[in-house]
């Protein structure tokens, strides 16, 4: 088993729609979790980070975490072209600094 | 400076040749990260200090890899007789610490040929 895992892709999601993405992870151990957006060619930008059990909002984003499930996901409301590009699930080593990060998901909104 | 700065942008070297790759963290951020992006896939976990002290260097994927940051915040990763396997996107992240979120540089592209 893979130690993160998110949704295959590519995801495609109409502008406007909720965009769903989805991550798994093996390490019980885990405190802190990211999500971040990579464009093409592009370093990794930090969009959402949650730390405990439940859902946590900002803006068009939530982010929701189950650590009894091990799951974490993101969702992106009112969709737009802007949106699309690879979203990296980053969840810490054991509750160390590093992280581990999952393949990514790469979405597309369509106009 | 506002973010993290990694220089050169582009690299490229001919195998066997060493490269040294330079990262300059966000001010006043004790932690920095190195990572290796393959085409396609995440980043992967290279190494990462605390202020000078390299706490953790199991991600460096041979004695060939190298990483420094003595005097606590610029950071340099060097790679000696380089392979074409190296190739790849570095990536350096700082952060202050204490599970707080890491910000990202532009990351350095290195090209073995």
């Known amino acids: 088993q893979k130690e993160v895992e998110q949704n295959s892709g590519p995801l495609s999601v109409p502008e406007g729609a909720i965009a769903s993405l989805n991550c798994t992870y093996s390490?019980?151990?885990?405190?802190?979790f990211f999500w971040y957006r990579q464009y093409s060619g592009k370093s990794p930008e930090l969009i959402m980070s949650?730390?405990?059990?439940g859902d946590k909002e900002d803006g068009r984003f939530t982010a929701q975490l189950n650590k009894a499930s091990q799951y974490v996901s993101l969702l992106i409301r009112d969709s737009q072209p802007s949106d699309s590009a690879t979203y990296l699930c980053?969840?810490?080593?054991?509750?160390?600094?590093?992280?581990?990060f999952g393949q990514g998901t790469r979405l597309t909104i369509n106009p | 400076g506002a973010g993290v700065s990694q220089s050169p942008r582009y690299k490229v070297a001919k195998r066997g040749q060493d490269v040294a790759l330079r990262c300059d963290p966000i001010?006043?951020?004790?932690?920095l990260f190195w990572y290796q992006q393959a085409l396609g896939q995440g980043p992967e976990f290279l190494t990462y200090?605390?202020?000078?002290?390299?706490?953790?260097k199991s991600g460096l994927p041979s004695d060939r890899f190298f990483a420094e940051r003595p005097e606590g915040s610029v950071s340099t990763l060097k790679i000696q007789r380089t392979q074409q396997e190296d190739s790849a996107v570095y990536l350096c992240a700082s952060s202050p610490g204490g599970g707080q979120p890491q910000h990202f540089g532009d990351g350095t592209r290195l090209s073995i040929l």
């Open positions: 949650i730390y405990s059990n």
């Open positions: 200090f605390q202020n000078e002290a390299q706490l953790d």
């Open positions: 001010s006043g951020h004790v932690s």
């Open positions: 390490d019980r151990g885990s405190q802190s």
């Open positions: 980053a969840p810490d080593i054991g509750g160390a600094q590093k992280l581990v």
